[in-house]
């Protein structure tokens, strides 16, 4: 196949780069862009793992072919702290034990972004509706909620 010219914005940055029309966009971040948070597990959209922000929701990027988000807007795990400094979802994640080995928690942590960002003060069912996508083998999933209902008094408090 003829390699494709694209240009994205990841995490703020402009990347412009010839592709193979194929190249899934989890591998372009990872191995074209060397941003290597967004994981890879399943590979077939199940497992949440590789989720990232495109245009502000969330996608799948294991089942999402780079080319299809030329022009836009991406965000990674890496584009969520500031300065060094993790945001409150991120330090809420880690006060409360809501990751163990950390496979699982750049996708739950984006796909928590999104879920705050459209539903500042989410119901329970909200926020198992969110994450009934994203599959953890370490938790038990309680750590991750309570994390989530933390992120959400700290973001009220800022
Ligand atoms: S690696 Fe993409 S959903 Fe599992
Ligand atoms: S912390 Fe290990 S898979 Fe979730």
Avoid at 17 to 41: N, W
Avoid at 48 to 63: E, H, K
């Amino acid at each position: 196949m003829t390699p494709r010219t694209i240009k994205v914005t990841v995490n703020g940055v402009e990347y412009e780069k010839t592709i193979e029309p194929r190249l899934t966009l989890a591998d372009f971040l990872r191995h074209e862009l060397s941003l290597p948070g967004t994981h890879v597990g399943c590979e077939h959209g199940v497992c949440g793992a590789c989720t990232v922000l495109w245009n502000g929701r969330t996608v799948r990027s294991c089942i999402m072919l780079a080319v299809q988000a030329d022009g836009s807007e991406l965000t990674t795990v890496e584009g969520l702290s500031r300065d060094g400094e993790l945001n409150p979802i991120q330090q809420a994640f880690v006060e409360e034990h809501g990751l163990q080995c950390g496979f699982c928690t750049p996708g739950f942590l984006m796909t928590v972004t999104e879920l705050l960002e459209f539903h500042p003060d989410p119901t329970d069912e909200q926020i198992m509706d969110y994450l009934g996508g994203q599959i953890c083998r370490c938790t038990g999933y309680q750590s991750i909620l309570a994390a989530v209902r933390s992120a959400i008094e700290k973001r009220k408090a800022v």
